[in-house]
């Protein structure tokens, strides 16, 4: 029988200034399981996303995250990264002088607390970016210089495919991408979830395109910091013949 991976009870969360962008957030999403959480912009959406990752900007006021049965509202990311927590970010930041090798290298040592060689983490490399259509050339670029926005977002799901996370937020992967690197991405994606079955994942998107590939187990509604109706599908092509209207 699944088990609850991931476990948001009742979560209120403020900016550094005060401002209340959750307000009252739960969700459980089980072993295995992928849910979409969709919202116009400005809702919380990606919000949510780095507060489950713990990044320091927004302050928990009330409520709590479990992971794997574990409270870790007040643990910070590195911390969450280890326990097999992972976020593929909106838009992911370049690192001037840090080769895409040398950080992953350090990621998945971190992650898995072992040492691990630079021969084997190049073959494991080379493997996956062969499966996302990536020049073998990128191992030795600095991390995210000089790469198009595709690169940047196969580069994250490569990233994902060697950390081996228990649970993936992916906040708007698929913005930015042209259709036949949207098609490779999700390709990606699909095949570390045929590799990692028990995987959980969130994705946050505002389009159905990535939808049709990942195929989600529940989709959820996010309007003005809140969940405000979660269900299949159905709720995906309701969205796309009524807009976000339909729940305002």
Same mark, same amino acid.
């Given at each position: 029988? +699944?088990?609850?991976? %991931?476990? $948001? ?19 459980? =999403? ?42 870790? !509202?007040?643990?910070? &990311? &590195? ?16 690192? +001037? ?9 350090? !990621? ?19 493997? /996956?970016? *062969? ?16 790469f198009s926005g595709g690169e940047k977002k196969r580069n *994250? =799901? ?16 698929? &913005? ?7 098609? $490779?991405v999700a390709n990606g994606l699909n095949? $570390? ?9 969130? @994705?946050? @998107? ?7 590939? %990942? *195929?989600?187990?529940?989709?959820? =509604?996010?309007?003005?910091?809140? =969940? ?16 976000? *209207?339909? /729940?305002?």
């Amino acid at each position: 029988m +699944p088990k609850a991976l %991931l476990e $948001i009870n009742d979560l209120y969360i403020t900016a550094e200034d005060g401002t209340e962008i959750l307000n009252g957030v739960s969700l459980i =999403i089980q072993e295995g399981e992928v849910h979409a959480l969709m919202g116009p912009n400005g809702c919380g959406k990606s919000t949510l996303a780095t507060s489950l990752l713990g990044t320091p900007e927004y302050l928990v006021t009330k409520g709590s995250i479990k992971f794997k049965g574990e409270d870790i !509202t007040g643990l910070d &990311s &590195s911390e969450r990264g280890k326990l097999g927590m992972f976020l593929a970010f909106q838009y992911p930041q370049e690192f +001037p002088g840090v080769s895409v090798l040398n950080f992953l290298r350090q !990621t998945v040592e971190a992650r898995t607390s072992k040492e691990i060689s630079i021969l084997n983490l190049r073959k494991l490399m080379l493997a /996956w970016m *062969e499966k996302l259509d990536m020049d073998t050339s990128f191992a030795d670029r600095y991390l995210n210089e000089g790469f198009s926005g595709g690169e940047k977002k196969r580069n *994250e =799901i490569l990233q994902m495919a060697l950390l081996e996370p228990d649970f993936a937020v992916l906040d708007e992967t698929d &913005s930015g991408l042209d259709i036949d690197a949207l098609q $490779i991405v999700a390709n990606g994606l699909n095949q $570390i979830r045929k590799e990692r079955s028990e995987m959980g994942v969130l @994705t946050i @998107t505002h389009y159905q395109r990535l939808l049709d590939h %990942l *195929e989600p187990d529940y989709v959820h =509604i996010l309007i003005d910091g809140k =969940i405000v109706e979660s269900g299949g599908f159905e709720l995906v092509e309701k969205l796309d013949s009524q807009g976000y *209207e339909a /729940w305002l």
